[in-house]
Structure formats: C-alpha cells, structure tokens
C-alpha cells in the first residue's frame, strides 16, 4: 500500500465523522515548536529560522493546539524540530493520544538528538528534506555536505525500523530528470514515500528561485509521467492539477498552522502579521471563501500540496473514473 492500513483507515474515518458536521475541517495540524534551525536554506523564510530557542512552545501549549484542532496527523516543522529540547516528551505524549506524527527534518542531527532517544513507532514517520541530488540540495541548503550526511541518516533511519518518507520541493532551477534520478537512489534505499510539490514564491526570499505557473505545468507533466514507477505520495489528481490538467480550489484550512506567536492566518505561506491565540477565534475570523478562490495575488502560483491535496482527494471522490485510479494509486504503493 501506499501509506499504511492503519494510518489510511484512521484518516478516511476523521474525514467522514467530519463531512457530517461541516464543508470545511482541517486534516493536517502543522506544529511549529519553534522558530530556530541549523541550516538557512535559500527557499525559508528568515523567521523559520532565525528565532531565538528561548522563544520556542511549552509541550503543554503544543498538546493544547493539537487538541483544538482535533486532527489525527501532526506535522511537527521549525525551524529544526530536532533542536526543540523537549521533542522526546512531546512525540511521548502525541503518541499517547493516538496522534500520528510527521517529524519534517533536514537530518543533520539525527545520530546526535534522534537515534536511540525516540523510538521507532507505526505513529511516527521521519519525512528528510532533499530537494534533488548532492549539488542541487546542498545549493538549495547553502551549506556544502549537506545531501551526503542526510542521505546517511536516510539509510540508518530504514536501518533502524523507522517509517522514513522525503519533501522534495521543485524550483526554478530544478532539473526533472535529476529528480527521477533521485526517485531511484530513494527506491533502492527502501524509502516508503517520497512527495514532490512545487515551492512557494515567499515575498521575504529574495533570491529567485521560485517557479510561474508556466514553470510548474511544464515540470509536473514531466514528474507525472514517471511518477507511477515510484512510491509518490502525491496523488495522481493532485499532480495532474500540478501539469496545468485539472483545476482546484484550495483548501487552506485543510493544514492549520500553529507557531510561537500562534494560530496563522490563513496559512503558513501567506505573509501577513495576523496570528491568533485560540483555534476558535482563529477559524471563525478567517475569510475561507475568499482564500478557497485562490484570487489572492499572492496566490498566483501556489498550488502547494498543503492547500490543494484535500480538493483533490475529494474530487476524485466524486468521480467513478478517478475514484478507481485513486484505489489503484494507494494500493500499487
């Protein structure tokens, strides 16, 4: 299978329960412990990196935003989570309330803070970022050494029994055949899942390295048509939307964002000072029919999976065609 049975079952019955209450829910908690990280990568944000670890969430106020939002992933992000100190009592005590936990980390330091400190768990998926081959992503890190040590970890973290997945995000410059290059260095390595999305034009990164709407039709035709030979996690209505072949709306709420200075609105890629310290007050007072538009300026090339993988799952869902290939997708994993 694609993803495990019963990380699949336990989504697919959260979404049902929450279609009986409402158009709009998120699937996806983003937890963002802190704001300090050891790498500076050209496509970050300042802020995701470059805050102090003194600023950093209590567990207690992490377990209180996860619960708000009452969803059955977290995905715990930075700044680098393995800086967070008290990332073994968090992941503790997620696990103990049945969460399943997606630790976004760019591995430098997983022999140092991970291995033989947090166990393996059928809840816990370790995702590396590695934005293409050895001079792409130590380019795109800006540190030289970068791809080798986090390929390294790649290898001991499957070692080790660990559910291991990738991030890949595409840029401007990326090449698509070295992506699928990489898709086959993954695949004999053993990974279980490897995502592929385009990145954001973030307003604070000045460097250009972003794609236009043009860029990411042409690029996602190409990973599409060699997708199906590896474990993507993608689906195919989300990569077709990603060729420019299916239109979507987007689904901000899907992946609520909360950070140190709290709840973001309406996302985490907008760039804007509106954050909120309750879930409630958070998700009465964003406008998602104006986001869900994908209208917005700063929306213009954003097809992030973030905001539209949950568009294309239910799409799919109402179609007998794509229903089947949705099924063949997650079962030919």
């Not at 495990?4 to 009986?20: G, W």
């Not at 300042?46 to 377990?63: F, I, M, N, Q, Y």
Request: proline share 6%.
């Amino acid at each position: 299978m694609r993803f495990p049975f019963d990380f699949t079952l336990t989504q697919a019955l959260y979404q049902a329960k929450m279609k009986r209450h409402g158009r709009r829910y998120p699937t996806v908690c983003m937890l963002e412990p802190l704001y300090t990280c050891n790498l500076a990568c050209r496509g970050c944000t300042p802020e995701r990196h470059t805050g102090k670890l003194a600023d950093r969430l209590s567990v207690e106020r992490c377990l209180e935003a996860v619960e708000a939002a009452g969803v059955p992933i977290v995905a715990v992000c930075g700044g680098e989570p393995l800086l967070y100190p008290e990332l073994p009592e968090l992941f503790r005590k997620l696990i103990e309330r049945g969460k399943y936990i997606i630790m976004c980390t760019n591995a430098q330091l997983m022999d140092k803070k991970f291995f033989d400190i947090i166990p393996p768990d059928r809840h816990l998926f370790v995702n590396v970022h590695l934005d293409g081959m050895e001079k792409t992503h130590d380019f795109v890190c800006n540190k030289p050494g970068v791809w080798q040590h986090s390929i390294k970890m790649i290898k001991e973290s499957k070692a080790r029994g660990y559910l291991t997945i990738t991030n890949c995000t595409v840029y401007k410059e990326t090449d698509v055949d070295e992506l699928e290059e990489l898709c086959k260095l993954l695949t004999e390595i053993g990974i279980d899942g490897i995502l592929i999305s385009p990145g954001y034009s973030f307003e604070k990164v000045h460097e250009d390295v972003f794609l236009t709407k043009q860029d990411i039709d042409a690029k996602f035709k190409r990973i599409k048509e060699f997708a199906p030979k590896y474990k993507i996690t993608a689906t195919p209505a989300f990569l077709e939307f990603c060729a420019g072949e299916r239109q979507l709306e987007c689904a901000p709420y899907s992946t609520v964002n909360f950070t140190p200075k709290g709840w973001k609105a309406p996302c985490y890629l907008i760039d804007s000072d509106e954050y909120y310290q309750d879930f409630d007050t958070f998700w009465k007072s964003v406008d998602w029919g104006y986001w869900e538009k994908h209208s917005d300026p700063r929306c213009a090339n954003c097809r992030m999976h973030s905001g539209f993988e949950q568009t294309a799952v239910e799409q799919a869902m109402g179609s007998p065609k794509d229903l089947l290939k949705l099924a063949y997708w997650q079962m030919s994993g």
